[in-house]
């Protein structure tokens, strides 16, 4: 049970250090395209990030 605390754990955090490097490519980005591209993809990451956010809260109302 811990070790799956831990990775939930570690998949948030992971998710949300993509979303803020997709948000910075967006920032950076050249085109309308590219913007586009890099916002879409820090959006699913931080999607992501509130699933297994709320996995994590699941199992911890579980035990």
Known sequence: MIQVRVE???LIRACEAAA???IEYA???H???QRS???R???EALQ???KYRQELQQLSHAS
Request: charged residues 30%; hydrophobic residues 35%; glycine residues 4%.
């Open 41 to 43: 993809r820090a959006a």
């Open 20 to 22: 803020q490097t997709h």
């Open 8 to 10: 939930l754990g570690s």
């Open 48 to 50: 992501k990030a509130r």
């Open 27 to 29: 920032r950076h980005a």
């Open 37 to 39: 591209f890099h916002e």
């Open 31 to 33: 085109t309308e395209f």
